[in-house]
Structure formats: structure tokens, C-alpha cells
């Protein structure tokens, strides 16, 4: 069963208020967000953010990153694997904006005639340019981890994806302990769930136009046959496409897709990681 294909289901969503506390760093290679435990706490793991279409710089993703680093004690890592060519923040807060921000009638419209502009950006980034760039990136601190002395922290390697990011999440399992994937686009299935050999975490909801319920079973089924592996598919009643990150934290509703599914993610690594 092939992927659904994007819609503006990719574009929607609010930005989060917030300060985000964690540092830009180069690591192998690419300007990366580092969010560290607090305190000088030891480190329990480390988990790699591959973020959607709106990049590293995000905020939403930035404050989901010291979020982990402090309920986990995670060193959290989330590089640009996009070059510098993200979506544009200003696409967002038109489906779910925070209050006192609705936009107008024509900012709607305008945002309408971007979709074509995230189709090319879908092409531009399509696998044969990014697998390379994540693999890399995956292997590279996977041998760092290995040749860094125990006294350090725990040396064991978790994956978060979101949307674009959630299928790459899944395809770095030889890389990683355990993965944790929220609404991903384009997944093949079931196909690249049939390959995943670490414990897995997915986090849907069962109003989402890119990864449909009738696909969401498809992957239920397959992890069920999978005797040994620990796995989960959570659920979100009501939640969209990109709820998990860019849900509007001013609706309640969407407050708790964000909150649970935030836990979801910490609770797992604490599970896998540490």
C-alpha cells in the first residue's frame, strides 16, 4: 500500500510561546539544537529529534527538545538535515491559531496557493537526497557514542520523528535502541514497518488525512506479529495531522494531544533508553 500523498494537512498548525533554553552546536558535520539534562544531571541517553518540514530552528521542536532533556535527563539532539531550506514558519498558525491571532480572509487564501511551494519542497528532499544525509549523521554519532568513555552516560541512541521526520525515524533502526514516530508522512507500508527490529512507539491520531485509520490498523497488525519486539500504536481521539507538535495549546483538546503524546515519547526512552 503505497503512502498518502502531502496535502496542506503539512502546513497547518500553531507556534508555541516559549524560550527555548538549549544551545546550536555543529555536530558531524551539521548546526544541531543540543538540549542537556539540568543541573550537570548524568546523561541517561541520547535522543535524536528529525523534525517536519519546519526544521531545526522550530520553536515548537526546540521546546519539545529541553522538555525531554529534562524529563528524561536526555541529551537531546535535533540538526538541520534540511540545509537550511525549511519551510517557512510564517505558513503556520492558519488552522489551529492561538487566540487573538485568526488571521484574515486573504492570508487563508495566500497560504492555499503555498501548497505547491511544499510539493517542490517534497521534491527537493525526497529520499535519495536526505536518507544519505541522516545516515550519515545516525552512524557517525552512533561510533562517537561507542568510543566515549562510560563515565560519561548511558551510550544507548533513541530516534524521534515528526511528520516528514516520523518515516525517517523508523528508517534509522539499525542505528538506534528504540524509536519514537508521531503522525509520519509518506511511510511505506507495510513494508517499512515489516523491517523494524526496535522497540517502537507510534503516536496517531484518528483524524489525520496523511496516515489514515484504515493504514494505522494495517501497522497495528504487523507489530502484533512481531513476537519479542516491544511495540505501541497510541491512539489520539480527535487529533490531526501534526498534532503532536503543532497542536494549539491555547484549545484544551488539542492541550492534551500535546501533553500525552509528549509523555508517551519521555516514558518510552525512560522504558528503552535508560
Given at each position: 500500500?503505497?503512502?498518502?500523498?502531502?496535502?496542506?494537512?503539512?502546513?497547518?498548525?500553531?507556534?508555541?510561546?516559549?524560550?527555548?533554553?538549549?544551545?546550536?552546536?555543529?555536530?558531524?558535520?551539521?548546526?544541531?539544537?543540543?538540549?542537556?539534562?539540568?543541573?550537570?544531571?548524568?546523561?541517561?541517553?541520547?535522543?535524536?529529534?528529525?523534525?517536519?518540514?519546519?526544521?531545526?530552528?522550530?520553536?515548537?521542536?526546540?521546546?519539545?527538545?529541553?522538555?525531554?532533556?529534562?524529563?528524561?535527563?536526555?541529551?537531546?539532539?535535533?540538526?538541520?538535515?534540511?540545509?537550511?531550506?525549511?519551510?517557512?514558519?510564517?505558513n503556520l498558525d492558519v488552522a489551529f491559531?492561538?487566540?487573538?491571532?485568526?488571521?484574515?480572509?486573504?492570508?487563508?487564501?495566500?497560504?492555499?496557493?503555498?501548497?505547491?511551494?511544499?510539493?517542490?519542497?517534497?521534491?527537493?528532499?525526497?529520499?535519495?537526497?536526505?536518507?544519505?544525509?541522516?545516515?550519515?549523521?545516525?552512524?557517525?554519532?552512533?561510533?562517537?557514542?561507542?568510543?566515549?568513555?562510560?563515565?560519561?552516560?548511558?551510550?544507548?541512541?533513541?530516534?524521534?520523528?515528526?511528520?516528514?521526520?516520523?518515516?525517517?525515524?523508523?528508517?534509522?533502526?539499525?542505528?538506534?535502541?528504540?524509536?519514537?514516530?508521531?503522525?509520519?508522512?509518506?511511510?511505506?507500508?507495510?513494508?517499512?514497518?515489516?523491517?523494524?527490529?526496535?522497540?517502537?512507539?507510534?503516536?496517531?491520531?484518528?483524524?489525520?488525512?496523511?496516515?489514515?485509520?484504515?493504514?494505522?490498523?494495517?501497522?497495528?497488525?504487523?507489530?502484533?506479529?512481531?513476537?519479542?519486539?516491544?511495540?505501541?500504536?497510541?491512539?489520539?481521539?480527535?487529533?490531526?495531522?501534526?498534532?503532536?507538535?503543532?497542536?494549539?495549546?491555547?484549545?484544551?483538546?488539542?492541550?492534551?494531544?500535546?501533553?500525552?503524546?509528549?509523555?508517551?515519547?519521555?516514558?518510552?526512552?525512560?522504558?528503552?533508553?535508560?
Amino acid at each position: 500500500m503505497g503512502p498518502e500523498l502531502p496535502s496542506s494537512c503539512c502546513m497547518r498548525g500553531s507556534i508555541h510561546p516559549g524560550d527555548p533554553t538549549g544551545t546550536e552546536q555543529t555536530i558531524h558535520g551539521l548546526p544541531t539544537y543540543v538540549a542537556e539534562p539540568e543541573n550537570g544531571a548524568q546523561i541517561k541517553g541520547t535522543i535524536v529529534i528529525i523534525p517536519d518540514v519546519f526544521g531545526w530552528d522550530f520553536i515548537n521542536l526546540r521546546l519539545l527538545a529541553d522538555s525531554y532533556a529534562k524529563r528524561g535527563n536526555f541529551r537531546v539532539l535535533m540538526p538541520d538535515v534540511h540545509f537550511g531550506d525549511s519551510l517557512a514558519k510564517v505558513n503556520l498558525d492558519v488552522a489551529f491559531p492561538l487566540k487573538g491571532s485568526e488571521p484574515s480572509w486573504y492570508i487563508r487564501l495566500w497560504n492555499l496557493l503555498l501548497f505547491p511551494k511544499l510539493l517542490m519542497w517534497f521534491w527537493y528532499h525526497r529520499e535519495i537526497v536526505s536518507l544519505p544525509i541522516l545516515t550519515n549523521f545516525f552512524k557517525s554519532l552512533r561510533e562517537e557514542l561507542a568510543s566515549t568513555p562510560t563515565s560519561s552516560g548511558n551510550h544507548k541512541l533513541g530516534v524521534i520523528g515528526f511528520c516528514w521526520g516520523g518515516r525517517y525515524a523508523i528508517l534509522m533502526d539499525q542505528y538506534v535502541d528504540a524509536i519514537y514516530s508521531a503522525h509520519p508522512s509518506l511511510l511505506k507500508i507495510p513494508d517499512e514497518v515489516e523491517a523494524v527490529t526496535k522497540p517502537i512507539s507510534f503516536a496517531v491520531g484518528d483524524k489525520d488525512a496523511i496516515l489514515p485509520m484504515k493504514k494505522v490498523e494495517i501497522i497495528k497488525g504487523v507489530l502484533k506479529k512481531k513476537e519479542g519486539l516491544d511495540s505501541e500504536v497510541v491512539v489520539y481521539e480527535d487529533m490531526e495531522h501534526s498534532f503532536a507538535v503543532r497542536g494549539n495549546p491555547a484549545i484544551e483538546a488539542a492541550k492534551k494531544g500535546l501533553e500525552g503524546s509528549e509523555t508517551q515519547a519521555v516514558e518510552w526512552f525512560i522504558k528503552h533508553l535508560t
